[in-house]
């Protein structure tokens, strides 16, 4: 249950990447 504890999910990270490429493009 200490992985539910982590600073930022997967998702999270997929989602800034997407998010971040996008305004970098």
């Known amino acids: 249950?200490?992985?539910n504890?982590?600073?930022v999910p997967?998702?999270?990270v997929?989602?800034?990447w997407v998010m971040?490429?996008?305004d970098g493009n």
């Open 1 to 3: 249950k200490d992985e």
């Open 5 to 7: 504890l982590s600073p």
């Open 10 to 12: 997967a998702e999270a």
């Open 14 to 16: 997929g989602i800034r």
């Open 20 to 22: 971040q490429s996008a």
